[in-house]
């Protein structure tokens, strides 16, 4: 059974930052690209960030490029989004994602496996 379990998320001021993390088991983590996608309330579920399986390709959305990193650690099975000056439109529940073919990419059709999300609610 595959379960992927984001935490992290919470309440900020624009201006501030959060450190997402997701847990993976039941796969094994270090043949997966993994992916950050969030949906706002009413509007589609979008891509955020990915990387690819060793960590040294990644991808990211324009609109949070610069201020976000995505970062893994195969030894501990988890994958991390920091997210810097964050801004209100940044608010949406975020979900981890799993590619079994190890790359970086911003398909959320392509990834087979979701967590169950994480809220991140930006105050202005």
């Known amino acids: 059974q595959v379960q992927l379990a984001e935490s992290g998320g919470g309440l900020v001021q624009a201006g501030g930052s959060l450190r997402l993390s997701c847990a993976a088991s039941g796969l094994n983590f270090n043949m997966y690209g993994m992916g950050w996608f969030r949906q706002a309330p009413g509007k589609e579920r979008e891509f955020v960030a990915a990387?690819?399986?060793?960590?040294?390709?990644?991808n990211y959305a324009g609109s949070v490029k610069g201020r976000f990193t995505i970062s893994r650690d195969n030894a501990e099975n988890t994958v991390y989004l920091r997210m810097n000056s964050l801004k209100p439109e940044d608010t949406a529940v975020y979900y981890c994602?799993?590619?079994?073919?190890?790359?970086?990419?911003?398909?959320?059709?392509?990834?087979?496996?979701w967590g169950q999300g994480t809220q991140v609610t930006v105050s202005s």
């Open positions: 990387i690819g399986w060793s960590g040294r390709s990644t």
């Open positions: 994602a799993a590619d079994k073919y190890g790359i970086s990419h911003s398909i959320m059709g392509q990834y087979e496996y």
